[in-house]
């Protein structure tokens, strides 16, 4: 049995599919698109799905959608008329996009499918539509890998929750408790995203990199004017600073008297009261997950916890919680956000649905989250003769050392290996590599290759059994979604003055014996990479600690800013020349930049991409 899972018309559209409720594959209609956070019909993240099945859309047995459009529409008119005369411009410009398509979605949806299918919408399999937070949690419990647990799921807001909470077991998720729009972490926190000059729904994450260099001077502001936060960990927000419910801007002008003066104008200098503002939000985000996961772990009486929504995205929160939470572990999606939507709408129909059993897979079910696309060396190599480009061929063990050797001597590299990575995070399927212990990999990675912000902290990959070697980790973290300490014997002393330095003059201070991968903080965004889920990837890990000595590299997104991850040999290739990285590996594959043919640099990915 086959059924298919969609996300789609919001932000990160994506397909899931699953065959007798094992996931077969999954992937962001972005990386096809080329599109970053594409929220059109995933027509070819569909395409994908069936090509990898070997299927045709009429031999899918249930088609189900992420959430339910009339309960979404009903919260927005609710809220209008609750804001009235306030959000007429907003009611304006939304309700036209309402009216045309998504108060139709259910007649969108068959028409795309049937066009997709090339057939009558009279022969598409059943089309049924799950409910946000429910598929939100699917995807954390499901394919986790407990067999009881509390499920957490914390967003910006799907048809009215913005906060929830559920009771994994067996083949159920029963529903506990929710927190309900307009009062909404997730929101909140992407009202600091927006007034420190970051798109909303992409720079979230520059905003939790941003805080290590800041100062929490704003936490009591926050709490005592913003937010009133329980002990239990419950809250509402003062909606009488912010314009998100009806407006067309996040925060309004009684939010910016509040911390002295406008947003931040986007790509403009970023200062300390931007840094500031970024270190508080992300403690007060903490202190509310944290408070959340205690009362949850008290009322349900289980050591185990599962996480999703955009929030979970936040590994700093993630770290702290299993640190200092009350769980014995926990597991969190790695799609978290709305494209997890769509497998957990699909798992949903299978264990809930239909009543199949469950049965937990040890370390889970996501195999690494290497669902998407994957290219042979025959296909590769049909795309570079076509194309006249330069390349040679090595097998495995030749490939890793030299690779090794080339890491070693301060290059940076491309590599394209297996299936693509499913979710916003590259784990050496699509990755950008380097050398962790060159004090000038960070800056040379963000300004010559991803041409981003210079305070962006990159991630270590590190194998599996080595991680507690290095960081203050004792469980595996797969999908970069853990933030932990480097060991302090790993640490490099700071003077006093460097100690009295302020923002982002820390930045150039080597903090460790891996400077290019260790935040002004001492914690790392940490990867542990296993020889089961990615065995070429642990191999070349395992290649550069025998050269080196360190088991750890550099792993950052195969793409250049506002750019989605790349799919493609092609995508590969032509990030490779936009860039100033030295080498590409694409499989068994390998071009040196000094052997392309000489051109001038390919800039109109600066036209073609907006800046996230």
Not at 146 to 161: I, R, T
């Amino acid at each position: 049995m086959h059924i298919l899972g969609l996300s789609a018309f919001y932000h990160d559209s994506a397909a899931a599919l699953l065959r007798d409720g094992d996931i077969l594959a999954a992937a962001q209609e972005e990386r096809f698109t080329r599109k970053k956070h594409d929220a059109g019909f995933p027509a070819n993240a569909i395409r994908y799905c069936l090509d990898e099945a070997g299927i045709g859309l009429q031999d899918v047995d249930y088609i189900t959608f992420y959430d339910k459009p009339l309960v979404k529409f009903e919260r927005l008119v609710e809220t209008y008329l609750a804001c009235a005369p306030r959000g007429i411009r907003s009611f304006v410009t939304a309700m036209p996009v309402w009216l045309k398509e998504k108060l139709y979605l259910k007649g969108l949806l068959k028409k795309e499918l049937a066009g997709l299918a090339g057939c009558s919408e009279k022969a598409l399999p059943p089309l049924l539509f799950g409910e946000h937070h429910h598929s939100h949690a699917a995807s954390a419990f499901y394919p986790g890998p407990f067999e009881k647990a509390a499920v957490m799921c914390l967003d910006g807001v799907g048809e009215w929750a913005t906060s929830s909470v559920w009771l994994g077991e067996d083949n159920r998720l029963t529903p506990q408790w929710e927190i309900d729009f307009p009062h909404s972490l997730g929101l909140l926190y992407s009202a600091f995203t927006y007034y420190a000059g970051f798109k909303v729904n992409s720079g979230e994450y520059k905003l939790m990199g941003l805080a290590p260099y800041g100062e929490p001077r704003y936490v009591d502001l926050i709490l005592d004017k913003l937010l009133d936060l329980k002990e239990d960990g419950s809250f509402r927000l003062d909606m009488t600073y912010f314009d998100y419910p009806a407006g067309l801007t996040m925060t309004n002008r009684r939010f910016d008297a509040l911390f002295g003066g406008p947003p931040r104008r986007p790509e403009s200098d970023i200062g300390q009261r931007e840094m500031d503002l970024a270190r508080s939000i992300q403690v007060v985000t903490e202190e509310i997950v944290l408070r959340l996961a205690r009362t949850v772990h008290r009322e349900l009486g289980v050591d185990r916890l599962c996480l999703a929504g955009g929030v979970a995205l936040n590994c700093v929160a993630n770290g702290r919680l299993l640190r200092e939470g009350p769980f014995a572990d926990i597991w969190i999606q790695p799609a978290a956000g709305d494209a997890g939507g769509a497998l957990g709408a699909a798992l949903a129909t299978w264990h809930e649905y239909l009543g199949e059993p469950r049965t937990p897979r040890q370390p889970d079910g996501m195999q690494g989250a290497y669902l998407g696309p994957a290219f042979d060396d025959a296909a590769i190599r049909a795309f570079l003769d076509a194309g006249g480009i330069p390349y040679r061929t090595l097998d495995d063990d030749a490939l890793f050392e030299e690779l090794a050797g080339l890491l070693d001597a301060g290059k940076v590299v491309g590599w394209f290996n297996g299936r693509m990575e499913f979710g916003p995070r590259s784990l050496g399927a699509r990755s950008i590599l380097g050398d962790p212990r060159n004090t000038a990999m960070q800056s040379v990675m963000n300004l010559k290759i991803k041409y981003r912000e210079s305070f962006r902290p990159f991630a270590p990959a590190v194998l599996d059994e080595r991680v507690s070697d290095w960081f203050e980790l004792d469980r595996p973290s797969p999908y970069m979604l853990i933030v932990a300490d480097v060991r302090g014997d790993r640490r490099l002393a700071m003077s006093e003055a460097q100690k009295r330095l302020f923002g982002i003059e820390k930045l150039m201070i080597p903090r460790s014996e891996l400077p290019a991968v260790t935040h002004v903080d001492y914690s790392a965004r940490i990867q542990t990479v296993h020889a089961d889920t990615n065995p070429r990837f642990h191999r070349l890990l395992a290649a550069f600690e025998r050269r080196t000595g360190c088991p750890v590299l550099v792993n950052t997104s195969f793409n250049v800013r506002g750019e989605p991850i790349v799919c493609t040999p092609e995508d590969a290739w032509r990030c490779f020349m936009r860039t100033e990285m030295d080498h590409l590996v694409l499989g068994n594959c390998i071009l040196d930049k000094q052997a392309q043919p000489k051109t001038a640099r390919d800039e109109s990915w600066r036209q073609e991409f907006a800046l996230d």
